[in-house]
């Protein structure tokens, strides 16, 4: 049998594409050493410059390595840099998201392929990941419809459309009979479910919490305006995490232009305002340092980050990606003042998450991963992170804690 190694490259999105891929090889035998491999698929990204720079970089790296191995470019650098890496004869074949799941017939072929497919498909396997044995990462649609400047998603994953609902629901009630409590739904633009097959995430998050054993639902990352007034009535419910992410890249309204954003602060304020008042920890994505990004905008920006109610942030650097609109933009703006962006905003939002924490002290409803030397980890219902220490096996037990400790780094208990 041939040996096959998968090299992933880039998210949690092209980590789920490659379970898929591995699921359905039933031919090959999986490697763990690429360089005794005869096949090594490269499931690559190409959200940056520089993601494209280590996949090609990898690519070269095997050819030196392990020669005789054929090299087969799959994933989203498939679709941006796949017609030029084989015309060069830098890999053997090329493969497109939508031929995921045939890889077993397509690694079979002998001589050099470029199977690129579309990008309408979506796989009627439904990829699930799991963290210990209770919280599941269900993937519930793919492709995006929105046009942010700086980013290629959509040209590389095409346009969004949601899995079927009586997959999806049939997958969380067989893993939840096996003991799942926790259900975390992902997708490259997730708020975006439905909006295909004439139904919402409203209704999906309805029809999961009637399922037996279904304790917590989260939801990756929403964009402010596909929260609608559905979704607001379910706020309350025992079963929603009290903790949204709401991806608003950016605060200043010149920013949010540049950036082709369909949100404003104006109405983002209002919204976050209002979920916050409903008990909710928020976060969101904020990119520093893209193109135009001047001391006035920032200014602007920052001092409306003090104000929102913010709990968490995964804040990004802006990083250049060739053909998308963004990369044209001047004046750019230097790494150095990026870097110093990024920190003055994760300090605030740090002193706001300690802030809020220890506002929230009791109550908190953890579900614990699996420990190791007496200590636990576990996430509380406002994606609070805290640490355990108990001598009774607690892995994947839901604890209720009381009067945490609660410190700048993160909360402590003792059970
Ligand atoms: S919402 Fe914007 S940033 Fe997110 S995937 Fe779509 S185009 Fe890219």
Redesign the pocket.
């Known amino acids: 049998m041939k040996k096959v190694y998968f090299k992933t490259f880039g998210c949690r999105t092209n980590q789920f594409d490659t379970q898929v891929m591995m699921s359905k090889l039933h031919e090959f035998e999986l490697s763990n050493d690429e360089i005794t491999s005869d096949i090594i698929v490269v499931n690559s990204c190409t959200v940056t410059n520089g993601a494209d720079s280590s996949v090609r970089n990898y690519i070269s790296s095997m050819k030196r390595k392990n020669p005789d191995a054929k090299v087969i470019l799959a994933g989203c650098g498939s679709h941006s840099k796949g017609e030029s890496l084989f015309a060069d004869k830098k890999v053997f074949g090329v493969m497109g998201h939508s031929e995921k799941e045939n890889i077993n017939e397509i690694l079979k072929v002998e001589t050099p392929f470029y199977e690129i497919g579309d990008l309408k498909h979506i796989d009627s396997t439904i990829v699930e990941e799991f963290i210990g044995k209770s919280r599941a990462f269900i993937k519930i649609q793919e492709g ?1 419809d ?3 400047s ?2 290629i ?2 040209a590389v994953r095409g346009d969004a459309r949601s899995h079927r609902e009586e997959t999806i629901l049939k997958q969380i009630t067989k893993l939840a009979a096996n003991g799942f409590g926790e259900f975390i739904l992902t997708g ?2 997730v708020g975006s479910y439905g909006q295909d097959h004439n139904t919402s995430m409203a209704k999906l998050l309805k029809k999961i919490s009637y399922i037996r054993g279904v304790r917590r639902i989260r939801i990756g990352s929403l ?1 402010p305006i596909q929260i609608d007034d559905e979704f607001m009535e379910l706020l309350d419910e025992p079963w929603m995490a009290k903790h949204l992410h709401i ?1 608003l ?1 950016h605060t200043s309204d010149k920013m949010l232009e540049l950036m082709n ?1 369909r949100n404003s602060y104006k109405t983002d304020l209002e919204l976050f305002n209002k979920i916050a008042n409903r008990g909710y920890a928020l976060g969101t994505d904020f990119i520093v340092g893209h193109p135009g990004e001047d001391e006035k905008a920032w200014k602007e920006a920052i001092d409306r980050v003090k104000t929102l109610p913010l709990t968490h942030v995964h804040a990004f650097s802006y990083s250049k990606r060739d053909n998308t609109v963004s990369a044209a933009m001047k004046p750019e703006v230097r790494g150095n003042i990026a870097k110093e962006r990024h920190h003055e905003l994760t300090e605030i939002i740090k002193a706001k998450n300690f802030a809020f924490r220890r506002e929230h002290m009791g109550n908190l409803e953890v579900l614990l991963e699996n420990g190791k030397d007496d200590v636990y980890h576990g996430f509380d219902q406002y994606f609070n992170r805290v640490e355990i220490n108990s001598e009774e096996d607690l892995s994947s037990n839901w604890v209720l804690l009381n009067n945490v400790e609660v410190n700048s780094d993160g909360n402590k208990a003792k059970l």
């Open positions: 995006c929105f046009r942010c700086y980013c998603i959509p490259t633009n964009e991806a890249q954003r």
